[in-house]
């Protein structure tokens, strides 16, 4: 009796032991940590979802309005003087787009404004209904951002809490506009500093994401679907010994040297266009001006519209789109190129959009050409270009991985690894978001390893349009 006694005092004590060691263990703040952040995001990831529904019907609506109404191409240079003033009227704070966002994350300053949701949406269709050739992604991310800021305001969050919250409002934006939950997260996470991802966010941009991307679906939102061909299995070099196919890597490898470079190009001339037109141009909205006829006179040059807009719905039967560019003869050997010069010129004289649409075009027509050149599976080629050239131009070659791997499936994630990686490494440092801070160097003994961000870099690097417009001013004084 006296032992059971003992005995039961025992089990008294140490279940009094477990259930104190429970209820202050690190695993109940945990618990704590991720209910507290699921209800937060719940409402910033539902709004943010149904913004980017509506977001996507709208462009939808103005690209096949565009369609049937092709004489709005005309009026793109007037587009463009809405929308200057647009922003000098109601969103000159917003002007900055993603990179105040990311600014905001890196050194919080005078906040991300709720207008500027509204307003990139509003100018983003605008230029999309008349034809400029911009993307979507980056409208979707200051969509995210803004209502991020609003809700983070409304909860009274601020430091690291509004930090985590504005990533979150990032992953939402871009994995509801792609149909991309786990590459949203990633890419909120890894595009903020090149060669360092803080996973203090993970939880809030993984929920968003993931909760914005269903609440787009609940709206009867759907996605362009991509897929690879099936490819016959055929034997190879040391078949018989190797789980790969070496030369198909070599291939993939030699390819996506030229992906790195094609985000290259796309990034330098992004900056160089921009600010080349507003050291030229006293008078700003005749920016934009110049830049529509620019683009009017290129689709006249070349006799055909591919080259407007999104590229992913055909204006005609034979139309360069991303979905033909997955064929044998669907797109043109210098449609990647084309592609690079209207988007620049678009995005670089004042219209709106984002930058990854284009760069999946530009990405998946160069496939398609390389593919024939080094006599590759077209589809394979034109899908690895599609990430690898977004990987390159925006430093986040582990988000484009399993962009790959949601999009395409996983049996050549290998492959895809390979070429987002070999691509990253080739852009350089160059990219479309100067706010990205440099925490490691891509080549430590470079030009640029001590440069610290890419405004830095790109500060550097203005060398080309300082010289042109000097020349161009000493042309004018000769002349006068």
Same mark, same amino acid.
């Given at each position: 009796?006296?032992?059971?006694?003992?005995?039961?005092?025992?089990?008294?004590?140490?279940?009094?032991?477990?259930?104190?060691?429970?209820?202050?263990?690190?695993?109940?703040?945990?618990?704590?940590?991720?209910?507290?952040?699921?209800?937060?995001?719940?409402?910033?990831?539902?709004?943010?979802?149904?913004?980017?529904?509506?977001?996507?019907?709208?462009?939808?609506?103005?690209?096949?309005?565009?369609?049937?109404?092709?004489?709005?191409?005309?009026?793109?240079?007037?587009?463009?003087?809405?929308?200057?003033?647009?922003?000098?009227?109601?969103?000159?704070?917003?002007?900055?787009?993603?990179?105040?966002?990311?600014?905001?994350?890196?050194?919080?300053?005078?906040?991300?404004?709720?207008?500027?949701?509204?307003?990139?949406?509003?100018?983003?269709?605008?230029?999309?209904?008349?034809?400029?050739?911009?993307?979507?992604?980056?409208?979707?991310?200051?969509?995210?951002?803004?209502?991020?800021?609003?809700?983070?305001?409304?909860?009274?969050?601020?430091?690291?809490?509004?930090?985590?919250?504005?990533?979150?409002?990032?992953?939402?934006?871009?994995?509801?506009?792609?149909?991309?939950?786990?590459?949203?997260?990633?890419?909120?996470?890894?595009?903020?500093?090149?060669?360092?991802?803080?996973?203090?966010?993970?939880?809030?941009?993984?929920?968003?994401?993931?909760?914005?991307?269903?609440?787009?679906?609940?709206?009867?939102?759907?996605?362009?679907?991509?897929?690879?061909?099936?490819?016959?299995?055929?034997?190879?070099?040391?078949?018989?010994?190797?789980?790969?196919?070496?030369?198909?890597?070599?291939?993939?490898?030699?390819?996506?040297?030229?992906?790195?470079?094609?985000?290259?190009?796309?990034?330098?001339?992004?900056?160089?266009?921009?600010?080349?037109?507003?050291?030229?141009?006293?008078?700003?909205?005749?920016?934009?001006?110049?830049?529509?006829?620019?683009?009017?006179?290129?689709?006249?040059?070349?006799?055909?519209?591919?080259?407007?807009?999104?590229?992913?719905?055909?204006?005609?039967?034979?139309?360069?789109?991303?979905?033909?560019?997955?064929?044998?003869?669907?797109?043109?050997?210098?449609?990647?190129?084309?592609?690079?010069?209207?988007?620049?010129?678009?995005? %670089?004289?004042?219209?709106? $959009? =984002? +930058?990854?649409?284009? @760069? *999946?075009? !530009?990405?998946?027509?160069?496939?398609?050409?390389? /593919?024939?050149?080094?006599?590759?599976?077209?589809?394979?080629?034109?899908?690895?270009?599609?990430?690898?050239?977004?990987?390159?131009?925006?430093?986040?070659?582990?988000?484009?991985?399993?962009? %790959?791997?949601?999009?395409? $499936? =996983? +049996?050549?994630?290998? @492959? *895809?690894? !390979?070429?987002?990686?070999?691509?990253?490494?080739? /852009?350089?440092?160059?990219?479309?978001?100067?706010?990205?801070?440099?925490?490691?160097?891509?080549?430590?003994?470079?030009?640029?390893?001590?440069?610290?961000?890419?405004?830095?870099?790109?500060?550097?690097?203005?060398?080309?349009?300082?010289?042109?417009?000097?020349?161009?001013?000493?042309?004018?004084?000769?002349?006068?």
């Amino acid at each position: 009796m006296k032992t059971l006694k003992s005995i039961n005092k025992t089990q008294l004590r140490y279940s009094h032991q477990l259930k104190k060691f429970i209820l202050s263990s690190e695993h109940l703040s945990i618990l704590k940590y991720m209910l507290r952040w699921t209800l937060l995001i719940l409402p910033v990831a539902i709004t943010i979802g149904s913004m980017v529904a509506l977001f996507l019907w709208l462009l939808n609506w103005a690209i096949h309005y565009r369609f049937a109404h092709t004489w709005l191409l005309f009026l793109l240079p007037v587009a463009g003087v809405l929308i200057h003033f647009i922003y000098q009227w109601a969103g000159k704070s917003s002007e900055k787009g993603n990179n105040l966002i990311i600014d905001e994350i890196h050194e919080p300053g005078g906040g991300v404004p709720a207008t500027m949701g509204p307003i990139i949406l509003i100018t983003t269709v605008l230029t999309h209904l008349f034809g400029g050739s911009a993307g979507r992604e980056g409208t979707a991310v200051q969509i995210g951002g803004s209502l991020a800021a609003l809700f983070g305001k409304w909860f009274k969050l601020s430091g690291d809490d509004m930090r985590m919250l504005l990533t979150a409002g990032i992953a939402a934006g871009f994995g509801a506009v792609f149909g991309t939950p786990l590459t949203g997260a990633i890419f909120a996470l890894e595009v903020l500093t090149i060669g360092k991802i803080k996973y203090d966010a993970l939880l809030p941009a993984l929920v968003a994401s993931i909760v914005a991307d269903i609440t787009v679906g609940a709206w009867h939102i759907h996605h362009t679907a991509y897929h690879i061909d099936i490819i016959a299995k055929t034997p190879y070099f040391l078949s018989n010994y190797l789980p790969v196919d070496l030369l198909l890597i070599a291939k993939v490898i030699l390819a996506s040297v030229a992906f790195g470079l094609a985000s290259y190009l796309f990034a330098i001339m992004v900056h160089e266009i921009k600010a080349g037109f507003i050291k030229i141009f006293e008078i700003k909205w005749l920016i934009p001006v110049f830049g529509g006829l620019i683009i009017i006179g290129l689709t006249y040059l070349i006799g055909k519209p591919d080259y407007l807009s999104l590229g992913v719905d055909a204006q005609y039967p034979g139309a360069v789109t991303i979905p033909s560019s997955f064929h044998a003869g669907g797109a043109d050997t210098w449609s990647w190129f084309w592609k690079i010069i209207y988007t620049t010129i678009t995005l %670089g004289t004042g219209f709106k $959009g =984002g +930058e990854v649409t284009p @760069l *999946f075009y !530009i990405g998946s027509t160069l496939g398609n050409t390389l /593919s024939g050149l080094l006599n590759a599976p077209v589809s394979l080629f034109a899908a690895l270009g599609f990430i690898a050239v977004f990987a390159g131009a925006t430093n986040t070659p582990l988000a484009c991985t399993f962009m %790959g791997i949601e999009l395409f $499936g =996983g +049996e050549y994630a290998l @492959l *895809f690894a !390979i070429a987002c990686f070999t691509a990253y490494f080739f /852009s350089g440092n160059s990219g479309i978001y100067s706010s990205q801070k440099i925490d490691v160097p891509k080549v430590f003994d470079n030009y640029y390893a001590n440069e610290r961000s890419l405004s830095e870099v790109n500060k550097r690097r203005g060398y080309l349009h300082q010289k042109l417009y000097k020349y161009g001013l000493r042309l004018s004084k000769n002349n006068n």
